[in-house]
Structures are given as C-alpha cells and as structure tokens.
C-alpha cells in the first residue's frame, strides 16, 4: 500500500511538473517527453534495487550517474536543468518510498510547490540575460554599461565582456540587467510591424541568444 501511494503520487506530480509547469510555460514537447521517461525510469529502477539485497554505495552511484546526465545534441537552460534534477528526485521519492507513508506526498508537494514559485513570472520578471555581438568595439566599460543601459531602457546593468574583436569591430558580451517598468510599455507602443522596437533598430546587434 506505501508503495502504490507513492507511485500515485509520483505520477501526480511529474503530470504536474513536465505538463502544467514546465510545457505550458516553455513549450518544449522534446523535453516533455524526456522529463516523464526520465522519472518513469527512477521509478523503475529503484524500485528494483528496493527488492534486492544492495549496499548503499550502489546507490548513491545510480543517484551519481543519473545526476551527471547531460545532452549533448541539444543545448538546455538552467531553468530545464533544474526540471531535470526536479523530475529525478521525485522518482528516487516515489522508488524508495520511505515510511512513514505520507513523507513521499509530501516532499514531492514540497518539491513540485518550489518550482512553481521559482519559475513563476511574478519572480524576479523584469531582470533578464543576453549574449549580444555588437557592431562595435566599445573598450571603455562605462560606455558600454551606458549603451547597454539605454539599448534595454535597464535601470541595473552587469556586463562580462567576453571578446573584443578589433579587426571585425564587434564586442561579444554577456549582460545580465533589470528593466524600468516605467518604459518597458512605452517600447511595447514603438514596436514596429515586424516585432521589433525602434530601440532594436537603432542598436547594433549582429547575433542575439537568449538564455
């Protein structure tokens, strides 16, 4: 009974996680499908190792090499790295299915609610990171915190520079900034038909990423 309780649970949850967390908001179906196997799969192998006669160390290897995971073909976001941890862990709950009987539901409730908080878009929604290659090459730091403020109408910009090419006259950085509320509906009023804003057209970017 502890242990259908805690598949129970456990398919709860993932449907919860993989379907109205993370699909509704990143519209990723490939990932769907590899946060479910990814947990069906926890599932079943410790499951089995529960039946049989295995020293602890096996496990935490299972747990080591499951959690060291990494698709190569495909790059993720840390955001998708960490449904992946998430959907891990509720399998590795739901497979051992230690007792007492509600401490499974419970933790996987406790799990599933802290994603959804983290991932909601009343946390920390105006703050957000670019890679951008410049049609420049700015050395001075300060004009490049200001071009960088006023492309974005941020209010808070930290930037890496990550390569400055003097011979294509670009500048490759990582910024990370917070937007101003007060002009973020102000860009939305400029945005030409093509979807971008009249600050987009007037800044240099040859190549964006957004992560």
């Known amino acids: 009974m502890p242990f259908a309780i805690a598949v129970g649970t456990d398919l709860v949850a993932i449907v919860i996680l993989a379907y109205v967390l993370y699909f509704r908001r990143h519209r990723r179906r490939d990932l769907l499908l590899s946060y479910v196997a990814l947990n069906i799969g926890v599932v079943a192998v410790t499951s089995a190792l529960g039946s049989v006669e295995v020293g602890v160390g096996l496990g935490m ?28 862990a509720l399998g590795l709950l739901a497979g051992l299915h230690p007792e007492p009987m509600w401490l499974t539901p419970v933790l ?97 970017i040859l190549d964006t990423e957004v992560r």
Not at 120 to 133: E, G, M, N, W, Y
Not at 174 to 192: I, M
Request: no cysteine; glycine share 4%; aromatic share 4%.
């Open 108 to 204: 996987s409730a406790l799990v599933i609610l802290a994603i959804a908080i983290l991932d909601s878009p009343l946390i920390a929604s105006s703050t957000h990171r670019h890679t951008l290659t410049l049609d420049r090459a700015i050395t001075d730091r300060d004009a490049l915190i200001a071009h960088l403020a006023e492309m974005f109408a941020a209010d808070t910009v930290r930037v890496e520079v990550l390569d400055i090419d003097l011979v294509r006259d670009t500048t490759l950085v990582d910024v990370r900034y917070k937007t101003l509320p007060r002009r973020r509906s102000g860009a939305a009023k400029d945005a030409q038909p093509g979807g971008r804003t009249s600050a987009d057209h007037a800044a240099g």
């Open 61 to 88: 290897g299972l747990f080591g090499i499951l959690s060291i995971i990494r698709l190569r073909s495909d790059q993720i976001t840390q955001q998708e790295i960490a449904y992946y941890f998430t959907a891990l």
